[in-house]
């Protein structure tokens, strides 16, 4: 879509577009129906760290209701306070550490240090196709808000300079105590911090006495435990929906995993024709080409988070080295044709829609 070229109109079309857009959502959201009627079953779902979060508590007996949707209200504010710390631009702790970083090293709070430590080691183990350092490139390409996105390719020039600036840069230290001077770097941790995120969340539930639930943060997906007498059901989108398929394929977990999925669906704008998707190349400063979605699955959201990403980056021809290489054995991948291709590992638990073309790799 191409947007008229008076600034002032299409900043109003901008607002517009997601006024509307928050307005379905938050009708979709009164006006559908519950998932069903089990009493056992409590749901809540609202808008954190830019996307739809919902939790389902399945309750053991002697558990309240009243008790449950105080565990839920208590975890509303822990998110809440998880997105302002890893926040990369506005008035976030991770944004305020990003406006020092080009004149200074800056010292890391403690509470951010692990998430440091373990996004060095995914980068170096993914040879560098996850980068949280990759912020100026994503301030660059517009999908850092969604409010003033682009509806043309950056200027090449700024581009190519991003990306230089990103190839001199000191690495994350690997135990995540300090970082910079790093003239060009905005650390971005949205390809890991949602994984944390869920990571966290079931933590905190299990803290409260809950050991069956389920949280999606927008398509990181992590699950604790059983659904009554039967394993939470998950349902994965399709990359591209039509009017008979939303959804790609189901899984049932088995009770304590991470189910990931990164997509050039998620955020992007169409120009001349070609996508143009937020899921980019730190060496390149493009978005990654070969692939449309990745699931991950494993025990661990950060992980899932972070991989799925890689492995995207990495695209057709290097995904399973990747995958070898951060540790996953169970994942699949949907090629820019519509292909499946799927580790050996994952494919006994995965039902597909009918008339895919289906690989099990190793």
Known sequence: MRLPESPHLRLFLRRLILGLGLALLFAWLALRPRPDNDDRLVVREWLAMGTLVSVSLYLDEGQSRAAAESALTGLEGLLADYE?????????????????????????????????????????????????????????????????????????????????????????????HAYGPAPGVWLDFGAIAKGDAVDRAIDHLRSEGYANAIVNAGGNLRTCGRRGNRAWRIGIRHPRPDDRHRLLATLESTGDEAIITSGDYE??????????????????????????A?????????LADAASTALFVAGPQHWREVARALGIDQAFVVTAEGDVEITAALAPRVTFIDGLHIKTVP
């Open 84 to 176: 302002r710390r890893w926040r990369a631009w506005g008035d976030g702790e991770l944004a305020a550490l990003n406006a020092r970083l080009a004149q200074e090293r800056v010292s890391i709070p403690a509470t951010m240090q692990p998430l440091f430590a373990r996004a060095a080691e995914l980068s170096s183990a993914s040879a560098g196709r996850f980068d949280v350092r990759i912020g100026r490139l994503v301030e660059l390409w517009g999908f850092h808000d969604e409010t003033q996105f682009r509806s043309t390719p950056p200027d090449p020039v700024a581009l190519n300079q991003a990306v230089a600036a990103l190839a001199k840069a000191p690495p994350l230290p690997p135990d995540g």
């Open 267 to 292: 955020r992007y704008f169409e120009f001349d024709g070609h996508r143009y998707h937020h899921l980019l190349d730190p060496h390149s400063g493009q978005p990654a080409q070969g692939l449309q």
């Open 294 to 302: 990745v699931t991950v699955v494993t025990q661990n959201g950060a």
